[in-house]
């Protein structure tokens, strides 16, 4: 069966440091991986989405990017965070058909 | 009109009642639709799919109105554990692949 990891759960990070977040799937392959951020009273923003390795589009523009290294690995990075950058952020996967998400547990982004 | 909007709630219904959500949508070339829940905290997981008229799975029932371009999700019998958040979901069709795009959600309060 097919599982998604993300981590970590939860991060406390300073304002200007960098960010990374991983994200892996088991059991599929050829993901299309997708990056979304819940901020506080806010719905889901799509942020990044991949339909293969190396193929990165972003939504919106921001200080925030992704990278896709290998078929099941899916990456958010910052150089500098900022305070508006605190939120949710989960990772999902589908197998190309529209709706049928899985989500990552998250990672819950504090920004100080 | 915004691309999906929802009643954010919350919904205070007691245990047994019958409870509904309506969610409008922009696109009227959307075929499919989704719910989602949401509990405190935890990543969406998918509830239901309607890909017609509606949709049945023991006391959850949604319905597509087209012509008005909203869709609803009816809880029967309503127990403790359906306390969540609620998101209507509604594909971004001609644009990215599969993405996605998330109500803010209903919340529902189910008391004893």
């Known amino acids: 069966s097919q599982t998604i990891h993300q981590w970590p759960a939860t991060l406390v990070q300073p304002v200007g440091s960098p960010l990374s977040l991983e994200c892996t799937v088991e059991?599929?392959?050829?993901?299309?991986l997708y990056w979304y951020r819940q901020a506080a009273g806010r719905g889901l923003q799509l942020l990044f989405y991949?339909?293969?390795?190396?193929?990165i589009s972003s939504e919106v523009p921001q200080n925030l990017s992704a990278s896709r290294p290998q078929d099941r690995q899916f990456i958010l990075s910052s150089k500098k965070l900022l305070l508006s950058d605190s939120g949710f952020y989960l990772c999902?996967?589908?197998?190309?058909?529209?709706?049928?998400?899985?989500f990552g547990s998250g990672t819950r982004l504090t920004v100080v | 009109r915004k691309e999906v909007e929802q009643d954010p709630g919350p919904f205070n219904v007691p245990e047994g009642a019958t409870v509904a959500f309506n969610c409008t949508y922009s696109n009227s070339a959307s075929q499919s639709f989704f719910w989602y829940r949401q509990d405190c905290r935890k990543e969406p997981k998918l509830l239901m799919s309607?890909?017609?008229s509606g949709n049945e799975d023991g006391r959850f029932t949604a319905q597509l109105n087209r012509a008005s371009q909203y869709i609803s999700l009816l809880i029967r019998d309503s127990k403790l554990s359906d306390s969540a958040t609620y998101l209507c979901v509604v594909p971004l069709y001609g644009g990215s692949q599969g993405n996605l795009i998330f109500g803010k959600g209903t919340k529902l309060s189910v008391k004893p």
């Open positions: 059991g599929t392959s050829n993901p299309n």
């Open positions: 999902a996967w589908s197998p190309g058909t529209p709706g049928s998400y899985t």
């Open positions: 991949s339909v293969g390795i190396g193929q």
């Open positions: 309607v890909y017609s």
